[in-house]
């Protein structure tokens, strides 16, 4: 089976730094996946991570440890449109996608 | 430019009313994906075709089905709608064949059962 955990809620102040954990266990992997979703809107692509390490883009950076089963997602200089879910998913087969509940961000000026 | 489109963006329907969700795509992917939303909680993947291919996850209720018909569009059919069915529909697409691809999501489409 398939558990993806992450923190329900977080606040954070405009132009501060915020991480954002996931934890996972999955019967398979083929990466993991972090998406943005604004209330009521689709879900849009952040980061993907395959391999050990910091992938970076820009003020997004996303982390993985496979041996820990462990990612966090990192925004940076934040603002108030980063305000939304970010929700970590992961591949566990060809095609499929499980996703976590996700982490309500909220930006405070 | 829309490339996963969904309509419509709102649907009402009965207790027990069969209804159609629809999604198009204009990225030419050959994978396709209907998820499940409920408020507050991770999309849900329903099934997804590759190709022509169907693959439905276990545990999808019997009451859901998908068509295919071509590349370009795919249906959510919900038989038989319950309350519990209320939520919002996403369709996502990919270009299959390596493991990462990004999915490209549609707006949604918020279903309401009466």
């Known amino acids: 089976g398939q558990n993806i955990d992450q923190p329900t809620e977080m606040t954070a102040t405009e132009g501060a730094i915020v991480q954002i954990n996931c934890t996972y266990q999955t019967s398979g992997f083929n990466g993991l996946f972090w998406y943005q979703q604004h209330a009521g809107e689709a879900p849009t692509f952040l980061s993907y991570?395959?391999?050990?390490g910091l992938e970076e883009k820009g003020r997004f950076s996303s982390f993985l440890s496979r041996s820990k089963g462990y990612s966090y997602l990192l925004l940076k200089e934040l603002q108030m449109k980063d305000s939304a879910s970010y929700l970590c998913?992961?591949?566990?087969?060809?095609?499929?996608?499980?996703f976590g509940t996700g982490t309500r961000l909220t930006v405070i000026p | 430019d829309a490339m996963v489109i969904q309509n419509p963006r709102y649907q009402v329907t009965q207790f027990g009313k069969p209804v159609t969700l629809s999604c198009s795509q204009t990225l030419n992917h050959n994978v396709m994906y209907w998820y499940q939303q409920k408020s507050s909680q991770a999309p849900k993947l329903l099934f997804h075709?590759?190709?022509?291919?169907?693959?439905n996850e276990a545990d999808t209720p019997d009451n859901f089905q998908s068509r295919r018909p071509n590349t370009s569009f795919c249906f959510l059919d919900i038989r038989s709608p319950g309350l519990g069915d209320a939520a919002m529909y996403l369709c996502?697409?990919?270009?299959?064949?390596?493991?990462?691809?990004?999915?490209?999501f549609g707006p949604g489409t918020r279903l309401t059962v009466l």
């Open positions: 991570n395959v391999l050990d």
């Open positions: 996502a697409t990919e270009e299959g064949g390596l493991k990462f691809n990004e999915q490209f």
């Open positions: 075709y590759y190709d022509k291919d169907f693959n």
């Open positions: 998913a992961v591949r566990p087969g060809a095609n499929n996608l499980f």
